[in-house]
């Protein structure tokens, strides 16, 4: 069963910085990353920021100008930069991508388990 994997969480004080990373675990045969979504307890998943269209990137309003998603496509991971932390980013940060397990089979979508944000002093 693949999985995608999540790391790079952790406890940080405000203003500081976190850099998340999303990878496929088990044998692919192609990935292709959606983005990165965020649930805090007792609210709605949200997107964070995402790749559409044209290899843009979108992000939400409230992280516009501190986040940076990104990937690597050599390396099949997809991460994302985030600066200047404020406590209310703080939440379970989760991966999205379309998986191809075999060359002529179909696209399946995966969710990480997540990864532990907290922002806190």
């Known amino acids: 069963q693949v999985q995608l994997v999540e790391s790079g969480g952790g406890l940080v004080q405000p203003g500081g910085s976190l850099r998340l990373s999303c990878a496929a675990s088990g044998s692919i045969f192609n990935i292709n990353f959606m983005g990165w979504y965020r649930q805090a307890p007792g609210k709605e998943r949200e997107l964070v920021a995402n790749?559409?269209?044209?290899?843009?990137?979108n992000y939400a309003d409230s992280v516009k100008g501190r986040f940076t998603i990104s990937r690597d496509n050599a390396k099949d991971t997809m991460s994302l930069q985030m600066n200047s932390l404020k406590p209310e980013d703080t939440a379970v940060y989760l991966c999205n991508a379309d998986v191809k397990l075999l060359r002529f089979g179909g696209w399946v979508n995966r969710w990480g388990q997540g990864t532990q944000v907290t922002v806190s002093s």
């Open positions: 790749f559409i269209s044209g290899g843009d990137t």
